[in-house]
Nanobody, 124 residues
């Protein structure tokens, strides 16, 4: 069982930056692939970024590639999402997710554990 708690969301102007954190409980965090997803009002939850258990492989949605960076610190049981050059269309609730597998998925239904989400609002 893994419990995930996101933090770091907030209100930022377009062009600004935020860093989201996702703290995980459990002794086996280092064996989990981790993902970030987001959901804007009236829209489906969408993939943002994912990282393998070792941190050696990372994947991004085309919409955030070059602006967002996912990373993890297995000694701190934490995964991060550094978001730069933010745009109003990045406004959403951001969720982290965990899956106990060596594969890294881009689809939400493959992830077993979810955090409660953190709101990111980008003003124009």
């Amino acid at each position: 069982q893994v419990q995930l708690v996101e933090s770091g969301g907030g209100l930022v102007q377009a062009g600004g930056s935020l860093r989201l954190s996702c703290a995980a409980s459990g002794r086996t965090f280092s064996s989990y692939a981790m993902g970030w997803f987001r959901q804007a009002p009236g829209k489906e939850r969408e993939f943002v970024a994912a990282i393998s258990w070792s941190g050696g492989s990372t994947y991004y949605a085309d919409s955030v590639k070059g602006r967002f960076t996912i990373s993890r610190d297995n000694t701190k049981n934490t995964v991060y999402l550094q978001m730069n050059s933010l745009k109003p269309e990045d406004t959403a609730v951001y969720y982290c997710a965990a899956d106990n597998t060596v594969k890294v998925w881009r689809t939400a239904d493959k992830y077993d554990y979810w955090g409660q989400g953190t709101q990111v609002t980008v003003s124009s």
